[in-house]
């Protein structure tokens, strides 16, 4: 649904692990600032961006948890870690000269609003990027449940999913499998019966039951936001 003036709503969740570029760990300012210009760009021809991004350039809770580490301490580890992508985020996009905010769902008032959705919205009419941090504030949830509810709570109209090295959602893992086949456009309930790996379940399934739209699609391919934006056949689109 196009919002008053025309303007179209979108979450986009960004990989945490694109993040890191080649170095695997923590911040590569280079992809940061590829995103955050694709981004701007979007932003200046009149879309409203709210953006989720991953912590897995950083912690992941459920890995920690398997090297002897409290689940949810890690978890808390892993939320903390996408609060410095957000940072870095909004620094480029500064850079670009676009104005953004940073809500957090773990209250930290030196570095980020708090989350307050009616206040994230109002930023969004003003033409300013939210970028959602600390995921749900909630250990054992994910940064892709928390793209699918803050999608649904701002009323965006589709969940853009932008991936590190992949540019879709296929039948089999492509890395391992070179026959693997890619999907153009996939139902909820497959993804779900066939375990695709779109999202964690969590996720997929509170789309399915509100109907909102998700695009997988390659994050770091040049022009791909503004693509995924204007509806453009790329990746793989999920609904119906
Ligand atoms: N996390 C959490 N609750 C949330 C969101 C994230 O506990 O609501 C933690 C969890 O440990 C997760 C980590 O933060 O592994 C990083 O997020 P995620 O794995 O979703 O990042 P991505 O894989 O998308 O980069």
């Known amino acids: 649904t196009d919002k008053e003036g025309g303007r179209r709503r979108f979450l986009l969740k960004l990989s945490g692990e694109a993040f890191a570029g080649g170095g695997g760990l923590g911040v590569d300012p280079d992809v940061v600032h590829k995103v955050a210009r694709e981004i701007a760009s979007v932003v200046r021809e009149g879309a409203e961006i709210a953006v989720v991004i991953g912590g897995g350039n950083f912690f992941r809770g459920a890995e920690l948890q398997q090297r002897g580490m409290d689940r949810a301490r890690s978890d808390y ?46 930023h969004l009419e003003k033409g300013r990027v939210v970028i959602f941090g600390a995921g749900m504030g909630m250990p054992y949830f994910s940064t892709d449940t928390t793209a699918a509810q803050r999608a649904l709570e701002i009323d965006a109209e589709a969940m853009l999913m932008g991936k590190n090295g992949v540019d879709g959602v296929y039948d089999s893992d492509p890395a391992v499998n070179p026959a693997a086949v890619k999907f153009d456009a996939l139902e909820y309930s497959e993804v779900i019966t ?47």
């Open 77 to 122: 580890m892993g939320m903390l870690g996408t609060v410095m992508n957000c940072l870095a985020l909004q620094d480029f996009l500064e850079k670009e000269g676009i104005d953004s905010r940073v809500q957090t769902a773990i209250t930290m008032g030196q570095v980020a609003e708090p989350y307050i959705p009616l206040r994230a919205v109002r």
């Open 194 to 240: 066939r375990d695709l790996k779109v999202a964690d379940a969590t996720a997929v399934t509170l789309c399915r039951d509100n109907k909102l739209p998700i695009l997988v699609f390659e994050l770091l391919a040049e022009g791909n936001i503004g693509r995924a934006v204007k509806g453009e056949k790329i990746g793989t689109l999920v609904n119906g």
